[in-house]
Each structure stands twice: as C-alpha cells, then as structure tokens.
C-alpha cells in the first residue's frame, strides 16, 4: 500500500513537471506583435529591391530569389522597380556584387532611382541538403525595408520554406534511407531549390502575414491592416 502511494505520487509530480514544461514552450512559440508605428508614418508607395547579399554555398540562390520578389510585393499593393533594370543599373556603376551594392547610401539610392524604399535581404539558406535519413532543399532569407527619405528602419522579418514539409516517412529505416537519397537526386537535378525559393519569398514579402509588411496603396486593403495576429 505504501509503495502504490508512493508510485502515485511520483507519477503526479511527473505529470505536473510535463505539463509545466507545456505550458513554458507554449509561451515561448507566441509571436510578438510588431510594431509598425515607422512603417504607417511613411507608407512608402514604391519598394526598391537590391540584389540580395547570398551567404550560402550555393552560387545561384542570389538571383534565384531575387527573380521572385516583384510578384509578392506587387501583390501587396507596391510599386517594385524592375529587379533586371535595378541590377544592369548598378553594374553600369562599377558595382558587380551584391555586398557592394548594399554599401551604396541611401540618400545616393534615392538620387538615382527617386524610390521611396529599398528592401535589403539576406539569404541565410539555400541548396539541397542530405543528412543520412533525410534530405530537403531549403531556403531561408531576412529582409529589412528601409525608408529612403527618413532612413528610418520600416520593418524587418524573415522566412523559411523547405521540401520536406509535409513529407511523410514510411517503411522503416531502409525506407528512409532510399526516400532521402531518391529525393536528393531529384530535387538537385531538378533545380527544387529555385521553386523553394518563390516558396520563402511569398511568405517573407506578402502583405497580411503574421507579422509582414503592411499592404501597399495600390492594395484595396490599404490602410485596414497593421494589427499583427498571433
């Protein structure tokens, strides 16, 4: 009898330790609202894209990306300078990489291109992985809008996306085994990285994302949003 209350007791205090440890993690995973008090003072109606800075091994992720930001951001309501015409115009200045294009000031920015931002991103990830059991392209960016009048920082935020999401795992370890080196032969031949890519570009630069940037002028929302949700 002495040692079932004891058991008893050792699994309640067992219980309340998991369900403690719950509740810690729940609160940590809740977004912070952002606060967007700069971003609704300037309403910046035209976004100048530069070139993002690609610190991953993967050679093309610059231009990949970069080929994917018009649609989101127009999509939000903003004027997006042709990212082609953006590139060539820098190269005609002497400038030929990323990096140093993101050192051009911005009161220099808003002398060539009159914009009234400039969005600067930063891959973090890019390419096809495989770690025994597993294989993914994934792609991970930051960004940062910066208004080119007041200089002030507009909004900041990041995005991730991956090819193994919602993927799921059958058959074992040996099944495993084959799904991963299959699904890295495939996705490096295919070039699945480029299609992750507009992946985390949507989800970093879409107007109406937890935390995102808000709508653009040319957006039938413009000015409803701003509230950030959980």
Not at 183 to 189: A, F, M, T, V
């Amino acid at each position: 009898m002495q040692f079932e209350e004891i058991s008893l007791r050792a699994l309640k205090a067992g219980l309340l330790v998991v369900l403690a440890a719950g509740l810690t993690t729940g609160c940590a995973t809740q977004t912070k609202p952002y606060d967007y008090t700069a971003f609704k003072e300037s309403r910046p109606a035209s976004i100048l894209v530069l070139p993002p800075i690609n610190n991953s091994p993967d050679v093309a992720a610059t231009y990949s990306l970069f080929s994917q930001v018009t649609y989101p951001l127009a999509e939000s309501g903003y004027y997006v300078f042709p990212v082609a015409l953006v590139d060539e115009t820098f190269r005609q200045n002497g400038l030929n990489n990323p990096p140093e294009m993101h050192e051009v000031t911005l009161k220099r920015l808003r002398e060539i291109f009159g914009a009234d931002s400039a969005l600067y991103i930063n891959i973090k990830q890019y390419g096809t992985s495989y770690a025994v059991v597993a294989s993914e392209s994934r792609v991970t960016a930051e960004a940062r809008l910066i208004d080119l009048r007041s200089e002030q920082v507009l909004w900041t935020g990041s995005a991730s996306a991956s090819s193994a999401e919602g993927r799921n795992s059958s058959g074992g370890l040996v099944g495993m085994l084959v799904q991963a080196i299959v699904s890295q032969i495939l996705e490096s031949s295919m070039n699945q990285s480029h299609q992750i890519a507009g992946i985390t570009s949507s989800r970093l630069l879409s107007a109406d994302m937890p935390n995102g940037i808000l709508f653009g002028p040319h957006s039938p929302k413009y000015k409803t949003d701003g509230n950030a949700r959980p």
